[in-house]
């Protein structure tokens, strides 16, 4: 019985010394623990300037790990490993969007998150001008990094999109809405063409083709004369006057005789329009063909198609440029030669 407080007063001692350690375990835990989160606190906060211009290109499907590793190579942040840390903390791991970013000033990691989930990725303007025909819009569309011109045109004449989209012929001549498009540098050839294409359903409302039908054009005849009525204006004034003297050849049986219809039918035209030019046959040459070519030449903008579709109200059947963006229209063939003669003499 004398034993047992001895007994007590020694395990006090050691129940001392497993608190005291237990009291420095969690000392160090939290150490390491705030050690961790300074450095985390310090990554987020501090700015991070790129070495010069940076692009990062964030294809679809790219795991986070992947994005962050992609993110520190180029500069834009210091570590790979925090920042998926921040964007899963921030539950944004899968809401990153693909496309091609562009970095140069210093920003801290949380800033880059909120570009990526943005979307904030380079933009490109493609402006397409009127009358601008296939090849050139081609052409156009490579020069701004969308893909090659022999893949636009290879998009543009596909017969299954063709059949999709109810447009008869072998191309999407005339159906390329000329304007300018936002796309991003992973934008592709298809999805320009889809957005042209859409914007020039957008322009042709039941309004717009059903004056064109009491005039006897359905929707690719309406897109057919608006293209030639686009390559012969010098200005939209006359598009009208010029849309209303094709409007009654075509009604009186004559040939169109449209300079810009025997060009496009030209393989490779080197700018002269010789008389050779005029009289060989083409399904293009409206000087030996009656009516409307088989299809557009180029594309016409809405005041090509508006004129198109409401001519103006003329008796003429004849114009001649004058040299200055101007036409003179006349009603008779002894009138237009007359004035055919007079303006060439002024250009010689």
Avoid at 58 to 77: D, F, K, N
Avoid at 89 to 96: G, H, L, S
Avoid at 194 to 202: D, G, I, L, N
Avoid at 217 to 226: C, E, G, I, N, Q
Wanted: hydrophobic share 45%; proline share 7%; charged share 20%.
């Amino acid at each position: 019985m004398l034993n047992a407080p001895r007994r007590a007063e020694t395990a006090q001692p050691k129940r001392r010394k497993v608190l005291v350690w237990l009291a420095l375990v969690a000392a160090v835990a939290l150490l390491i623990a705030g050690a961790f989160g300074l450095r985390q606190w310090f990554f987020q906060t501090w700015p991070v300037t790129p070495p010069g211009t940076q692009r990062v290109k964030i294809v679809p499907g790219s795991g986070l790990p992947q994005v962050a590793l992609q993110l520190e190579q180029a500069g834009v942040v210091g570590d790979a490993q925090r920042f998926a840390r921040l964007a899963r903390w921030r539950e944004a791991a899968q809401k990153i969007k693909a496309g091609e970013y562009e970095f140069s000033k210093a920003a801290t990691p949380g800033e880059v998150l909120d570009r990526l989930l943005a979307g904030d990725v380079i933009k490109v303007r493609i402006t397409i001008p009127e009358g601008f025909a296939l090849k050139e819009i081609a052409a156009r569309v490579a020069a701004a990094g969308i893909g090659t011109a022999e893949q636009f045109r290879h998009a543009a004449t596909d017969p299954v999109r063709l059949k999709k989209l109810g447009i008869p012929g072998v191309s999407l001549e005339g159906y390329l809405f000329p304007e300018t498009y936002i796309v991003t540098t992973t934008t592709t050839p298809e999805e320009v063409i889809r957005a042209m294409v859409a914007q020039c359903e957008h322009q042709l409302t039941p309004q717009l083709l059903a004056a064109a039908g009491l005039r006897g054009l359905d929707r690719h005849r309406l897109v057919t004369l608006a293209s030639i009525v686009q390559k012969e204006a010098g200005n939209e004034a006359e598009m009208p006057l010029i849309a209303g003297v094709f409007h009654n050849r075509l009604r009186k049986g004559m040939r169109l005789q449209a300079d810009p219809t025997v060009i496009y039918g030209v393989v490779n035209f080197d700018g002269n329009l010789t008389r050779r030019h005029l009289t060989t046959p083409t399904p293009y040459n409206t000087y030996t063909r009656v009516g409307l070519p088989p299809g557009p030449i180029a594309s016409p903008g809405l005041a090509a198609l508006q004129a198109a579709a409401n001519p103006a109200p003329t008796q003429a059947l004849y114009f001649v440029a004058r040299g200055d963006g101007r036409h003179e229209f006349n009603v008779t063939l002894e009138a237009h030669n007359r004035a055919v003669n007079r303006y060439q003499r002024r250009q010689h």
